[in-house]
Every structure is written in C-alpha cells, then in structure tokens.
C-alpha cells in the first residue's frame, strides 16, 4: 500500500515557526491536499453523523507545537512515553485508541522535535545511572507519518549519543527504508504489530497485510535493529490457538533463526467508550464487545477496562509460552496482558 495521503490539514500558526511545520505546508500543498492554517483551537468540523466525523478525521493531518510538559508513563512496554505523533490513518476496529480518540481522531504530528528529545534527556538525566526506556508508539503508529515527518530518524540517532537511554517504538506499517541506514547502534528496538488472519481479515483495514509486515521486519533485523513483534490482540475465538500456531510459524519463516527477538502478548480488551465508539463507527462489528463475558479491571490512566476473565487469561498464556518456546526458541516474551 502506498504512503498515507492525508484529505485534509490543518496547521496551527505557531508551527510554521519551525521550519518542520514550514516543510509540510509546502509539501502539503505540493500534493493538492487542503491545508488550512489555525491560531488556537481546531474549526469545528461540518461533517453531520459521528461516523462521517470519525472517518474524516482518519484522513486529516494536524500539524502542531508539543507543549512541554510531563510524559506520560507506559507500563509495561517502557517507562515513559515519547510524543512525537499521536492517531494513526489505520481504520482497525478494535483499536483502543477509540477510548481516548475516539470522538477526533486526527493524526497529529509535532514539529518542535528537539523539545520532546530535550524533556527525554531530562527524563534520563534524573534517573541515571539506571536505563531510561522510551516507547514511541503508545498513542500512534508514527512510521505511518514518517515519510512525512523524518521523526523516527532523529530520535534514532538522539538515543544513539545518549548514554543510559534506550527507545522502542511498534507499527503496522512497511514505509522503514528511511530507517536502515541510521547508526542506531542498536538502543533503538522495532517492533512489528501481528496478529493472525482470522482477526486481520475481519477486523482490520488500511494496514499492510502481514506478509508484508514480516518482510519489513527481516529488513529491519538485516540492519541490525533490535527486534521485537507485538501480537495482539489476542482473540479467542473457535479454532483460536491453530491460528495463532499459523502466525507464529510464519514468523519462524521470515525471520533467521539466530535472532533472538522479544515478544509482547496483548489480550483483547475495550473500554465503555471505545465499545460505544466502535459501535457507532463500525455498525454490525465482529468484535466481542460483550460485557457480561469479561471481567473488569481498573487501568492505569483512571477508567476501567474489560478483560478476559482468569481462567481464559491462563489458557491464553499456556499456550503462548509453550507454542513459542516450541517455535520461536529464541524469542524471549516480555510480558502478557
């Protein structure tokens, strides 16, 4: 599939301070899109059902000045996380995105890089001499703006100089040859997005297949890139653990065996306001959103979610541990959820 093309954008004034923010206009216009030049708060949008809202904003690119500010934390994947982008062009049903996205949904892209990467290094500064992990992915998939952006590059080759600091980041996209000829010397960790064709056939849209995802991976492990593959979400459905027996052979066959790579294993889960999102978006959705069949769990960010009950979350990681430990003996899984 081809770079992400936004339909719309919209760029606060005070961007095109930066000579980013003045790039993406050009380059925006270059490419016929609709730009559209904001002091304070976004023009509220024409659009009439919440669905057309929703979908518009899937295609609309804001670009912006991050505000400095605290990072917020990432459990488990790191200790804090890195905005350089927040959305994603991505139209996957499931997305947890939807609880705190959901109602504007735009991919915002930040120009004033060097103030996120600066507030980094105060982060590691203050924990030193421990190891200061940054996650670059919690709020957005940023390699689908890339091509758009170069942030990914910059902060590749600022965690490279920076001692006691490490970076990971994971996406659904392929768009990586920009990243692998970078002297990351290896503090930066990519990590792909998977999931078997059960859940990639009915739930996602706009993303690579994953075929393509697994080629773009062995890419990034020639380059010498830590690499990491975050399966999830987990469903269970009828005939769930030969699916995901399939996945996690056909990573087996596209990357070399000698790679020691980490897994992630994320369950499904939703919360009120993303199930009342994904309903109005995507009428009549395959995905299980049925209360009375999870149980609930308070997170970390103050709302609730609903997760498999104990005994599903027990069969679920059973399986994992002894399929990739059968199949993958090199991977080492870093957590499940």
């Known amino acids: 599939m081809g770079p992400f093309i936004p339909r719309l954008a919209f760029i606060q004034k005070a961007a095109l301070a930066y000579p980013l923010g003045r790039e993406?206009?050009?380059?925006?216009?270059?490419?016929d899109v609709e730009v559209s030049v904001y002091e304070k708060k976004l023009p509220l949008s024409t659009q009439k059902t919440f669905a057309e809202r929703f979908f518009l904003s899937k295609r609309t690119m804001v670009v912006l000045v991050w505000k400095r500010r605290d990072f917020q934390t990432c459990r488990p994947s790191a200790h804090y996380q890195l905005p350089l982008v927040s959305g994603c062009p991505g139209l996957c049903e499931y997305c947890y995105l939807n609880t705190n996205l959901g109602r504007t949904p735009y991919v915002k892209v930040y120009?004033?890089?060097e103030d996120i990467?600066?507030?980094?290094?105060?982060?590691v500064d203050e924990r030193r001499p421990a190891t200061t992990v940054f996650e670059g992915s919690a709020t957005s998939d940023p390699v689908a703006v890339e091509a758009w952006t170069g942030s990914l590059q910059r902060a590749i080759r600022f965690f490279a100089a920076l001692d006691n600091a490490r970076f990971r980041f994971v996406t659904k996209y392929t768009d990586i040859g920009g990243?692998?000829?970078?002297p990351h010397k290896g503090k930066t960790e990519v990590r792909f997005s998977i999931n078997c064709n059960y859940a990639l056939e009915r739930f996602e849209t706009g993303t690579p297949r994953?075929?393509?995802?697994?080629?773009?991976?062995?890419e990034i492990a020639r380059a010498g890139y830590p690499l990491g593959f975050l399966v999830g979400p987990i469903?269970?459905?009828?005939?769930?653990?030969?699916?995901?027996?399939?996945?996690?052979?056909?990573?087996?066959d596209y990357v070399p065996d000698d790679i020691g790579v980490t897994i992630e294993l994320i369950t499904h889960r939703?919360?009120?306001?993303?199930?009342?999102?994904?309903?109005?978006?995507?009428?009549?959705?395959q995905v299980p959103l049925d209360k009375e069949e999870r149980r609930f769990k308070h997170g970390q960010f103050g709302y609730g979610k609903y997760v498999y009950p104990d005994n599903v979350m027990a069969e679920i990681r059973e399986f994992f541990e002894r399929q990739i430990g059968a199949v993958l003996p090199h991977a080492r899984i870093l957590y499940i959820v």
């Not at 469903?235 to 087996?252: D, Q």
């Not at 939703?270 to 959705?285: D, N």
Request: glycine share 4%; net charge positive; aromatic share 10%.
């Open 117 to 123: 990467l600066d507030r980094a290094r105060e982060y």
């Open 210 to 218: 994953l075929q393509n995802r697994l080629k773009a991976a062995r």
């Open 24 to 31: 993406l206009m050009s380059r925006l216009k270059a490419e």
């Open 111 to 113: 120009v004033n890089v």
């Open 235 to 252: 469903f269970v459905f009828e005939g769930w653990r030969e699916e995901y027996t399939k996945l996690l052979h056909a990573v087996r």
């Open 179 to 182: 990243l692998l000829g970078i």
């Open 270 to 285: 939703f919360t009120a306001r993303s199930k009342k999102v994904i309903e109005q978006v995507y009428p009549g959705t």
